[in-house]
Every structure is written in C-alpha cells, then in structure tokens.
C-alpha cells in the first residue's frame, strides 16, 4: 500500500554530482524518517545515510562531507545529494522510508549509479 519510486541515477564523471529522489505515495500520511543504502558489485548492501524523526542525521565515514539527505515533507520524497563522486561510489542505491502511520519501513527499487570516466 506503499510505493517508493527511486529516480536521479545514472553515469557521472568523477567529481560529479547526483540527486537521488525517493518519492513516497500511496498509504502514506507522512515520512517518520528514512535512509539510503547501496549495494556496489561484489559487496554487501550498506548504510550510506540516515534522516532521523527529528531531522538529525548521520553518514557512512565514507561519504562525509561529500553527501546529504533531506526529506520534503510536503512531498512525502526523501532526497541523497551526492557532490564530488569517486569510482568507488558505483552501486545501487535503494531508499529506506518508515512512514509515520506505519509500524514497519519500505524499501525502493533502487537506482544504478555509476561514476567513471
């Protein structure tokens, strides 16, 4: 009953910037708090950032200073803002989102991110 829709992937040069939207619709009042993850070639799916109920948020060592997460409550859409990208961030990314008026989290379809020359 509820649906996140990833879009905002795709190739990119080192050094480059993304925005990745996790927009949320169906049975949904609002996002409670919500997260990206990804999940490169050959490697475990990993937490990338978090957006806490009361909007604090926390990242991988990895991508500090570089990424950001926000959320546009209006639009139930939960945004990673990625700035000087590295090879070694190439993955898919998928959305994490518990919504207010649900007691669990849903997860994206994730979105193919690849940064090369």
């Known amino acids: 009953q509820v649906q996140l829709v990833e879009s905002g992937g795709g190739l990119v040069q080192p050094g480059g910037s993304l925005r990745l939207s996790c927009a949320a619709s169906g049975a949904i009042a609002s996002i409670s708090s919500g997260g990206w993850y990804r999940q490169g070639p050959e490697n475990q799916r990993e937490l990338v950032a978090l957006i806490s109920t009361s909007g604090r948020t926390d990242y991988a060592d990895s991508v500090k200073g570089r990424f950001a997460i926000s959320r546009d409550s209006a639009k139930n859409t939960v945004y990673l803002q990625m700035n000087s990208l590295k090879p070694e961030d190439t993955a898919v990314y998928y959305c994490?989102?518990?919504?207010?008026?649900?007691?669990?989290?849903?997860w994206g379809q994730g979105t193919q991110v690849t940064v090369s020359s």
């Open positions: 994490n989102v518990q919504p207010a008026n649900w007691r669990r989290n849903f």
